[in-house]
């Protein structure tokens, strides 16, 4: 069974740090590139970072400079790591596996999501 679940504090403060985990099931981590997207309310769903299954990263153009995404193999884990949070980085947070791609999230698995709040 398929499975992304994705763990992190959903309130954070201006200036602070955001760390985000995502452990998926072993049949989809080791073959896909990994990626976190978010959703700000009245926006459409953007690529925040993406890696691939040999570390290959990518960064959406809103967050560069201040994120940075890592995989654990061993731990079947992607971790998200977002710094000098501002009030617009609140949205809501999801984790994918990506099978083709963070070009393609219509062909995502996706986890449950995590809604995060950067208040002052």
């Known amino acids: 069974q398929v499975q992304l679940t994705e763990s992190g504090r959903g309130l954070v403060q201006v200036g602070g740090t955001l760390r985000l985990s995502c452990t998926a099931s072993?049949?989809?981590?080791?073959?896909?590139?990994m990626g976190w997207f978010r959703q700000r309310t009245g926006n459409q769903r953007e690529l925040v970072a993406a890696?691939?299954?040999?570390?290959?990263?990518i960064y959406g153009d809103s967050v560069k400079g201040r994120v940075t995404i890592s995989r654990d193999n061993a731990k079947s884990t992607v971790h998200l790591e977002m710094s000098s949070l501002k009030p617009e980085d609140t949205a809501f947070y999801s984790c994918a596996a990506l099978p083709l791609g963070p070009e393609n999230p219509g062909h995502a698995v996706w986890g449950q999501g995590t809604q995060v709040t950067v208040s002052s």
């Open positions: 890696i691939t299954t040999i570390g290959g990263t």
């Open positions: 072993e049949n989809i981590f080791g073959a896909n590139t």
